[in-house]
């Protein structure tokens, strides 16, 4: 069984200390030895040490985890979280994998990896345009294996096959089923079945001897040098206390992308300001961390288009509104163990037509029946904030009683978050009352009052005359009335580092930076949603790591 070593970490970060180095210095003191790499090993830098480390424990780092220990390596995990699973845990499980794989033959698909290349390199469907071919290829030649390499460690799904979705001309969707321990899972949805991929993972990886460190943060990658040499280890934060960890074969990063990271997601599309929220949140971050850890030792970006394809739902129409995370299939319950920090569930919106959507200032901006790319631009549009020229501001679902009723709603706390819904007699008592963390303007009544008028005319009429909402339905006019949060949501990240397809990071010179890879939504240049891209690369990883020891 790979075993990974350990000292007792306050005896070794003494015993650094006591040799000069000054308190807080860390990983880029170590970097700044160059080649005195040697001598800052003998002052026992290090506090642990295994084959491959990696930096979280959701769904590409346990994939990685459990191939690196497939092939003999030992392995840390480092999790910022109190628990494994990052998104996975509370994902729908819906996994994007085929290539010919025992369930596409029990279904009677006929697939291949072939297929499953041309599927992905697509010119005419925007998530695979903007491919990198090369990573696609390896992909595609990676596909079948990695389900069967799911069903060896115990993953179960359920007997379907769906499809074809994305790009994927054949049925490749398959669906894992949910964990039966409850206390093991985030969200017992009945629909939140993710949990059984990421617990059997973990299950597998631990069984191996993988030592699992939660509540360890990544804070940076010690590399032999600033922008070059091998990648040595990492060092995080736990309880306030420097963690030195040594990598002998490997450090991955799945730290699972860059939307909860308001300056770095900016970087691909500068309409993300703070005021949009992210699906898994407030659960797991995807942090952005692995990828500025890695560019600070030299690593590239690649594939940034992929961000801005608008195909898919990396950008997404809240389904439950008036709370703070209303992702279209993930409802906080009061049942989850997180529940402290989600506050509310929100009201499930069964029909757009029982309310209207105004911006920040109390204006429509859109039809509100639409979720396309064009609804969410009009959303991020310019709301009329001399200070605040990026972003569109909070969005709000304005109803009324008539609207509660029809839909079946009780608007009251836990179904709402206070800071996230309000309500009053009047629409101008109302616009007065929305005060919110991301309003940064103050609605004015008289122009909600106006909108609200304009759109009831247009009910009246039959026909909405500034949007093209088809046929507006129900006229806004019986207090009390409500204002409720419906900011869209961010969900996935479509780029990030560079890699080969061998799952290595590459620099900004284009070389492999030594001892270094990354794999799941942190990884750039292929725009597939989800689980199963993560889970192919996190495999190649690990068993790179294991067998190659990340020499270029
Ligand atoms: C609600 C929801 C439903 C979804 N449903 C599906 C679905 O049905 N099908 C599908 O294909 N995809 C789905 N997805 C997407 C899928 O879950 C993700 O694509 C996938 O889990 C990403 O894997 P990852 O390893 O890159 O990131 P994650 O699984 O998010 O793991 C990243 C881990 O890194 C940790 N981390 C971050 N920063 C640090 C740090 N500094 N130090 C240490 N650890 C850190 C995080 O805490 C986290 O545990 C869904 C996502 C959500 C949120």
Known sequence: MPKSTRKDASV???AFLRKGATAGVGATALAGLGGRTQEAEAQNFWD??????TIGAGTAGLAA???ALDHGASVIMVEENTDIGGHGL????????GGGTSNQKKHGVEDSADQVFIDWIRHDHMQSRYSDRDLVRAFADENAATY???IEN?????DHLVGPTQASRVRRQQRTIQWPVASERVTHHPTRVGSGLVRALEKSARAQGAEVLLRHKMTSIVRESPSSGRVLGITATHDGRTVNIRANKGVLVATGGSTSNVTLRRTFDPRLTEEYQVAGEPWSRQSGDGELAAMAVGASLWGTANQTCEQGIAISKTRHIGCQWGYSSLIWQTDSRIFDLARASGLTVIDWQDLILVNQTGRRFWNEVDARYDFFAAAMAWSGDENKLNGGGPIWAIFDQDAVEREEWDPRPPNVDPDYFFQADTLAELAAAIKNPYQTLSMSGATLEETVARYNSFV????????????????IERPPFYAAWSTPILHDSLTGLRTNTKAQVIDMRGQVIPGLYCAGESQGGFAQHGLGR?????RIAGRDAAVNGGIA
């Open 534 to 538: 993560c889970l192919v690369f996190g």
């Open 65 to 67: 985890a459990v191939s």
């Open 148 to 150: 069967e390499f799911l």
């Open 48 to 53: 642990m040490s295994a084959d491959l480390v």
């Open 12 to 14: 070794s970060r003494r």
């Open 90 to 97: 509370c994902s729908g499980g819906n996994v994007h994998l």
């Open 460 to 475: 009246d009429l039959g026909e909405d005359e500034d949007f093209d909402k088809p046929t507006p339905r129900y006229k």
């Open 154 to 158: 115990g993953v179960k799904f359920q």
